[in-house]
Nanobody, 121 residues
C-alpha cells in the first residue's frame, strides 16, 4: 500500500491543522492506520492509531484531548485533526499502515513521505 500525506504547514500556537493521508491499493482499507512524528536527532514518536473499522483509537498522552484521528474507508483516507497546537508539536508527521511496536520501536507495512508541521510561539 502506498501512502501520501498532506496538510502540514506553519501555524501559530493555539491554531489548528488537519493532516490527510491518502492510501492507494485495493487492500488499503484493511489495515489499522497511525500517525507518528519525528524531530531531527530523535526517534520517531507515536501520535495516534485507529482500527480498521475506526471504532477504536489510541493517543499519545501528549496529544490526548487535542488531536483526533479518523478515517473514511470510502475514500481510503486517514485524517489527523490537530487543535490547540503547541511549539512542541513541531515535527515531520508520518502516516503508517498496519503499525506495530516492538519494545520501543515502531514498524509498519508502509510509511508515507512525511509532512512538516511547524508551530510558532
Amino acid at each position: 500500500v502506498q501512502l501520501q500525506a498532506s496538510g502540514g504547514g506553519l501555524v501559530q500556537t493555539g491554531g489548528s491543522l488537519r493532516l490527510s493521508c491518502a492510501a492507494s491499493g485495493r487492500t488499503s482499507s484493511s489495515y489499522a492506520m497511525g500517525w507518528f512524528r519525528q524531530v531531527p536527532g530523535k526517534e520517531r514518536q507515536f501520535v495516534a492509531t485507529i482500527s480498521v473499522s475506526g471504532d477504536s483509537t489510541r493517543y499519545a498522552d501528549s496529544v490526548k484531548g487535542r488531536f483526533t484521528i479518523s478515517r473514511d474507508n470510502t475514500k481510503n483516507t486517514v485524517y489527523l485533526q490537530m487543535n490547540s497546537l503547541k511549539p512542541e508539536d513541531t515535527a515531520v508527521y508520518y502516516c503508517a499502515a498496519d503499525p506495530n511496536h516492538y519494545g520501543s520501536t515502531w514498524a509498519a507495512r508502509s510509511w508515507g513521505q512525511g509532512t512538516q508541521v511547524t508551530v510558532s510561539s
